[in-house]
């Protein structure tokens, strides 16, 4: 949603090297479907539900693939990783396998250092695999459950959506907002509590944030 400013470097990044592209966009107000279209992609329309993962299982109802590859629209591929990421693909076999890659997620504020985060980005098109979670939405739950193997890969993704400190704050502060509602599903719920009392200390309300980390422990 309003990706215009860093969509068109997301999929440039993977045009060449992917057999379609399927944006599932959830109410932009500027021209991000209309650049998403201008590189190839097919562009669905999807009514915002407070959930990622929703979004990202509406991705998958739309892909004929028999492998899903996920970006975020400010996320990209460089050109080395490109590279990398063409030669994993050329070799992909029958297998139930899913693959990770690093997210090394940019900081905006001066003298801030990346923060790196394993991700499953590669995995079979399968009923079963679905994402669960309203944010920080996950993958891996579905994919154990059907027994498929996970495999680590050095392919990165850089990921530019927390550079600009306003909009980081408007996302920790939404981000707030769907963990409670997925709290208020999953009570005792380990990721939830973990995810949520990291987004107080994020904020610098630590005090809120010590008791969820420990229920989370």
Not at 6 to 15: D, F, N, P, Q, Y
Not at 85 to 100: F, G, K, P, Q
Not at 204 to 215: K, N, Q
Request: aromatic share 8%.
């Amino acid at each position: 949603r309003n990706e215009a400013a860093t969509l068109g470097r997301c999929l440039a990044s993977v045009r060449d090297i992917v057999d379609e592209i399927i944006v599932v966009d959830t109410g932009s107000s500027d021209n991000t479907k209309d650049i998403a279209r201008q590189h190839g992609a097919c562009v669905f329309d999807f009514l915002w539900p407070d959930s990622f993962a929703a979004a990202r299982n509406e991705s998958i109802r739309h892909a004929a693939g028999q492998w899903l590859l996920w970006l975020d629209g400010d996320e990209y591929f460089d050109d080395t990783n490109r590279d990398k990421l063409r030669r994993s693909i050329s070799d992909l076999s029958e297998e139930n396998t899913a693959y990770v890659m690093k997210c090394v997620c940019l900081s905006g504020q001066a003298g801030g250092t990346a923060t790196q985060v394993d991700h499953v980005r590669l995995f079979r098109n399968h009923p079963a695999i679905r994402w669960e979670y309203r944010v920080h939405e996950q993958i891996l739950p579905a994919l154990k459950r059907a027994g498929h193997t996970v495999r680590f890969t050095d392919i990165a993704i850089t990921h530019t959506g927390y550079t600009d400190p306003a909009l980081r704050y408007k996302k920790l502060e939404r981000n707030l907002r769907l963990l409670h509602l997925d709290l208020a599903e999953r009570p005792n719920d380990p990721f939830t509590l973990f995810n949520l009392g990291w987004a107080y200390a994020d904020l610098g309300r630590v005090a809120e944030a010590i008791p969820l980390l420990e229920r989370s422990l």
